[in-house]
């Protein structure tokens, strides 16, 4: 995460990256994945960033999976209300919960990107369709199926991208939980 979070900084694209390190894409993107590199890598990430490699190597990734989720206690509990023999430890929370906020912005950002791509096929995939339809079949138009159903798919996905239904959202599912149980949870 370390490495996307540089790369990002500086405002330099994979590529970019790759080109100025001497490294390949995939191990751009492996790397920033939270998978092994090697030492050469590594040593080479940390010169393009000008950082010592055991810094850049030696920070802890964050989970790559997509189940990772803080709890609201984690992302949103005040220093205040943390016991006196906790305070000492608050710089340190302080630092993972603005870890796992990065990582979550950043998580975010990657369904956003997966959803432009995704968007810009249907929409290429689709004139096609319709174009082969238009020159062979003029008096059934069947492009209509696949692109309400791939329609769906997306206008689905954008619904948990920007929450445009606020009550299909996971926000008002708890909230109905807690209201069934007359509890937080």
């Known amino acids: 995460m ?29 790397i ?11 040593k080479s990430l940390a ?4 950082v010592d490699f055991q810094q850049l190597r030696g920070v802890p990734a964050m989970p790559s999976n997509d189940s990772f989720e803080p709890s ?5 509990a005040p220093a205040a ?3 006196d023999s906790a305070l000492s430890a608050a710089p340190a929370a302080s630092d993972q919960q603005r870890q796992q906020e990065e990582w979550l ?12 791509r995704q968007l810009a096929l249907y929409a ?3 004139s096609l369709l319709a174009i082969i339809n238009a020159s062979t079949q003029r008096h059934y138009w069947w492009f209509v ?23 299909l959202g996971a926000d008002w599912e708890r909230k109905q939980v807690e209201k069934r149980l007359n509890r937080p949870l």
Not at 47 to 50: A, G, K, T
């Open 2 to 30: 370390l490495v996307q979070k540089l790369r990002l900084q500086r405002g330099w694209s994979q590529q970019q990256l790759a080109d100025l390190s001497g490294l390949s894409v995939r191990t751009i993107q492996r």
């Open 32 to 42: 920033e994945q939270g998978k092994e590199a090697t030492v050469e890598s590594w």
């Open 47 to 50: 010169s393009v960033f000008e």
């Open 72 to 76: 609201p206690a984690a992302v949103s």
């Open 81 to 83: 209300s943390l016991p």
């Open 105 to 116: 912005a950043m998580r975010h950002v990657r369904k956003l990107r997966r959803f432009y």
């Open 124 to 126: 290429l995939i689709i």
């Open 145 to 167: 199926w696949p692109a309400l159903g791939w329609g769906l798919g997306l206008l689905m996905q954008a619904n948990a991208l920007f929450d445009w239904f606020p009550w």
